[in-house]
């Protein structure tokens, strides 16, 4: 058991793979972190010998019961370690398959904007209150995307979705900016990534999704990111010292 002092707290939603679990094994790798991964299915992360994590599989589809579970957790973390920075990492996210809005069924709208809306709305709010007694820095970064900045044919619920998550940072940053120890707050572009999200986007029926060929062209040319190289840039955006200046940004420079 590796029992270096915790000086940082972490939550990593969307862990199980993609962009999620190449954040957490790298954080994992950062001596000193008391690491907590969320996603449907398991999340196995191959960390330094004797450093630990913990895993829970949720639905965020079903984000109120998942918030009270976690303010405990946190709660717990923050009074066994007071000084430790503590951060909140929110990339889970689903798209559904691309395609006009009138043909998607209202059920599979409804679990879109639950999971990719209203968890980080609740989880936030969660994140807030139970880390409000730690002495340490408090940070809120939201995994968003240039969808949610671009508008798409064929992803209305996503493009939404993240274009609300976007305005949920800046309203939240104002909110904290007025607090004494306030959480710094960002909505973060990651850029373009090799997971399974871009699988889906290319490999769309073109007919019900103009820009398919778009999608194959940034593959076939190899400009999408590796997880491991996103998420090393994501991890740089966290640990900046001016993280929280622009609530909304961007990987590849401003939003
Ligand atoms: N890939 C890109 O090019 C790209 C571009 C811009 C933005 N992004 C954003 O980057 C983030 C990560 O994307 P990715 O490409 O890594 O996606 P991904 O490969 O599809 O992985 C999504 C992650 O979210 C989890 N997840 C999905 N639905 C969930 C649910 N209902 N409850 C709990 N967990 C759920 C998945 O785990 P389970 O299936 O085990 O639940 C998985 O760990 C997302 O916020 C995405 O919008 C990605």
Redesign the pocket.
Known sequence: MNTAPIQHIVVV?????????AIASQLLAQPGTRLLA????DTTLIGPPGQVYESWR????DPVPLARRLQDWLEAAVAQSPDAAVSMIH????LSAPGWLAAASDAELSVSMR?NLEAPLVLSAAFLRSTAASRGVRKLLL?S??LGRRAMAGAVPYCAA?AGMDHLARALALEEAQQAGGAKVVSL?????A????MQLRSADPALFPEQERFAGLHASGALDS?ETAAAKVLRVLSSADFGSEPVTDVRGSA
């Open positions: 939603t969307g862990a199980s793979r993609g962009l999620g679990h969320i996603a449907r299915s949720a639905d965020l589809a990339n889970a996210a689903m999971v995994i995307s240039g993240k572009a990651p850029g373009v990534i997971t399974d999200m871009q997880p």
